[in-house]
């Protein structure tokens, strides 16, 4: 589908604020742009690395869903009353062609719900004018204490507003040495136990995966996800077949913090000839804190 994005120079954003703003921060890392910020839409860009891909030549879906989520992040934050915060309480990802290093990607984002407890934004992705992504996000506005105080970041979000941690869990397995490409080894996800019909995988949260409140990024929670559910995905296909992932979705329960130890359990809800399903429940301790599911397209390879 056609998409020609151009530049509304009314509202045109220096991308240098971006990297200001994001330095140290996981979005900072994957290393997008703001190039408008308006009160009606907000448009994003991004070069795709070496550092975004799976341990194939293409991007990661969490890479892309991160990219998106970013960019709504940022329309939301402009909308906030001041005082104000605002947190990713479900996200939905589909992925229509491949990214690969060299490619540059689009993102405009424009608010198809602006209420007083929630927002409901959509993020179109182009390349080079073709429309190569859709995302879906619900955000959650959160109201300030005691009457608050103006904003020292667009997405602190307080740990009380959407749940606190579970006890933490000490590892015992010790990870397996599986491929998972550069964007999910920068992140630090370990596999413990792979299978057709079972994976886990557990990631600790450190500073590489906050967003510039000291929270977890959306993206890395669509990641952990997409990564778990992939290593189960290949270990059912035929010999030759490849696959990538079409459709992802997350919801939010709770917000992850540095020093959370997170495990991710990956089962089958189908496994077809041509389509896989999987459903990922990612809890820090005993407490569920996020759930993902996904479809996952299985080709033939070239």
């Known amino acids: 589908m056609p998409l020609a994005i151009e ?35 907000a448009v994003g860009r991004m070069e795709v690395s070496e550092r975004h891909l799976h341990n194939v030549d293409y991007m990661h879906a969490g890479a892309w869903t991160a990219f998106a989520d970013s960019i709504a992040g940022w329309g939301a934050a402009r909308l906030l009353p001041i005082g104000w915060n605002f947190t990713t309480a479900e996200m939905k ?21 602006v209420g007083r407890r929630t927002h409901v934004w959509e993020v179109r992705i182009a390349r080079d004018d073709v429309q190569v992504g859709n995302f879906l996000c619900t955000q959650v506005l959160l109201e300030p204490k005691d009457g608050g105080a103006p904003k020292k970041s667009t997405s602190d979000v307080p740990p009380e507003a959407v749940g606190l941690e ?10 397996l040495d599986h491929p998972q490409g550069p964007f999910a080894t920068h992140l630090g996800i370990e596999a413990i136990e792979i299978g057709k019909d079972r994976a886990i995988g557990r990631m600790l949260i450190d500073e590489r995966h906050l967003h510039s409140g000291k929270f977890m990024h959306g993206g890395v929670w669509a990641t952990l996800g997409d ?13 030759g077949q490849v696959f990538s992932s079409s459709d992802l ?45 996904n479809t996952q397209m299985i080709l033939d390879g070239k």
Do not use: C
Not at 227 to 239: F, I, K, P, S
Not at 254 to 280: D, K, S
């Open 7 to 41: 530049i509304d120079q009314q509202y045109a954003f220096d991308p240098a604020i971006t990297n200001k703003f994001t330095q140290n921060t996981f979005p900072g890392w994957l290393g997008f742009e703001i190039v408008e910020l308006g009160p009606e839409r």
């Open 249 to 293: 979705k997350v919801n939010v329960i709770g917000a992850g913090r540095p020093g959370m130890l997170l495990e991710a359990e990956a089962t089958p809800l189908h496994v077809g000839r041509r389509t896989q399903v999987w459903m990922v429940v990612i809890k820090s301790g005993d407490k569920v804190v996020a759930q993902f599911s």
């Open 166 to 175: 579970g006890p933490e869990r000490t590892p015992e397995a010790a990870p």
């Open 93 to 113: 990802m589909n992925i229509f062609h491949t990214a690969k290093p060299g490619d540059e990607l689009v993102a405009l984002a424009v608010p198809l719900h």
């Open 227 to 239: 990564t778990v559910a992939g290593w189960a995905t290949r270990e059912n296909l035929r010999v």
